[in-house]
């Protein structure tokens, strides 16, 4: 009996226990729930003010998006056909010319793609990317509303990949320009165009970077980095800033998979502007010209000469004859400001030097000696490309420049190796596909190539064939080449 009643009272306390934590732990969940609710609500001024940041978002893209144009391109390709197989005399009693031909004749294929572009006239211009119209036989451009009309290529640099395409079309509203030497590292931008086919996509990101050159996307550069979305068939959109004007003409992404991991860079609309012009004007882009070969300040120079900062380019080298010279540059001379406008590095005056009209006259202050000095400097016109004619050599079609101490260091080739750097090789040389951008010929027909000066003299030699021998990647190899 007493066992029974120990049972029971233990039971009745087990109970009493578990019902007073139940009631803790219910006490305390509704206390955290009602802290939660309470403490987390939304107040009203955050929603209006993300309200305003959205509507003023959406309001931009509005206004830009009828001045986007989706761009699509055809280009036929023909590839050789296939040997025939059965050249034995035996299996050739068997089969007749026709079917020989039908192996041996050349099979034509039709490749699409597509990309972005940007109404910057109502009259019709379009901007884009070089890369999205290259090689183009057929162009078709689709807008806002919808309608799609052919597209004429107007001219074309391949140095800055910009493009100018016109349409015969009412109607059109063209984009404010922007002013992209005012944009500030943080600053809201947009993106629009049409990645992987999807029409008008809009991103929006801030600008990461400007200045940006040595990407190795293109000859001149100066980009602004954004990490607003980037993706294949954005190229030649453009890049807004808040007031919805025209900023930059978006070109390529950083990647190691191709898509889009937050670096993505535009070609500033004062620099697209400028080749624009130029493109309809003169059906070429006329470049400015100062004959200096320059390269960054290191460490080492600027604690000699007591600079603060590693800004500004030091001349290494004067052209003979150069607006530079004419103006008394000299060796050694360290650029600090071009045209009012601060120095930071030597691909940087490099981009003001060329941006600059032909016939303009220049204040450059200079550090000589440990002074600063001004000078003035009348910018000449970019001398014409070091390159030949299909018609004259087969090594027609290479275009060079000088393996100066910025390229060396840019490209990593050691101080045993002299010559010249391969810029860029036309599709029709003969040695498309066998050299290629950033080779250092060497020598040519067992004569050495020291500079621009003594390739073009071989070139002129040399007709039907060539021995190069050339740097790549740590190694020196050679090749034939041979008029095809």
């Known amino acids: 009996m007493k066992k029974n009643k120990k049972f029971l009272l233990s039971g009745i306390l087990l109970i009493f226990i578990g019902i007073t934590i139940g009631l803790i732990i219910s ?23 993300l309200s305003k940041i959205g509507s003023a978002m959406a309001e ?12 699509y391109t055809t280009k036929k390709i023909k590839r050789p056909g296939i040997p025939f197989p059965f050249n034995d005399p035996f299996f050739r009693r068997f089969f007749d010319d026709e079917f020989e031909r039908f192996f041996d004749r050349q099979r034509e294929f039709t490749q699409t793609s597509l990309g972005s572009g940007v109404i910057v006239d109502s009259s019709g211009y379009i901007l884009t990317n070089y890369h999205v119209i290259k090689g183009a036989d057929e162009i078709k451009v689709k807008l806002y509303d919808k309608r799609v009309f052919d597209g004429t290529v107007i001219g074309f640099d391949a140095k800055t990949d910009i493009a100018v395409v016109k349409i015969k079309a009412d109607g059109l509203r063209a984009i404010k320009w922007g002013d992209s030497d005012k944009l500030k590292v943080g600053e809201t931008v947009i993106a629009i165009g049409n990645p992987y086919g999807l029409n008008l996509t809009v991103t929006s990101g801030i600008v990461s970077a400007t200045g940006r050159a040595n990407v190795g996307i293109s000859d001149y550069e100066d980009f602004i980095q954004t990490d607003a979305a980037i993706n294949p068939g954005n190229s030649g959109g453009p890049l807004v800033n808040v007031k919805g004007e025209l900023v930059g003409i978006n070109t390529a992404i950083f990647s190691t998979t191709g898509g889009y991991q937050g670096i993505g860079f535009a070609i500033p609309s004062n620099m697209a502007r400028v080749v624009m012009d130029n493109l309809i004007k003169h059906k070429k882009v006329v470049r400015g010209w100062l004959g200096v070969t320059v390269q960054d300040i290191d460490t080492e120079m600027a604690k000699s000469l007591q600079m603060k900062e590693l800004k500004g380019a030091v001349i290494t080298d004067v052209h003979e004859g150069s607006p530079a010279e004419k103006a008394g540059l000299m060796r050694k001379d360290i650029i600090i400001s071009f045209d009012g406008k601060e120095v930071e590095d030597s691909a940087h005056l490099r981009n003001l030097v060329v941006s600059t009209p032909p016939g303009k006259t220049v204040k450059l202050e200079i550090i000589r000696n440990g002074k600063v000095h001004s000078i003035t400097a009348t910018i000449g016109e970019l001398p014409a490309e070091q390159k030949v004619s299909l018609s004259e050599s087969v090594l027609a079609g290479i275009q060079v420049e000088e393996l100066t101490t910025r390229l060396r260091n840019q490209l990593n080739i050691p101080k045993r190796i002299n010559g010249v750097v391969v810029t860029s090789i036309d599709p029709d040389s003969p040695a498309e596909g066998l050299l290629t951008k950033g080779d250092v010929i060497i020598e040519i027909n067992n004569q050495k190539i020291n500079n621009v000066k003594d390739f073009m003299k071989v070139v002129g030699q040399v007709k039907n064939q060539a021995v190069v021998w050339f740097y790549r990647k740590g190694v020196v190899s050679y090749i034939t080449l041979k008029i095809r």
Do not use: H, L
């Open 60 to 71: 931009v893209v509005q206004a830009v998006r009828p001045s986007v144009v989706n761009i």
């Open 27 to 49: 006490s305390k969940f509704d206390f955290q729930t009602k802290g939660y609710s309470e403490d987390y609500q939304i107040s009203r001024e955050s929603q209006e003010t």
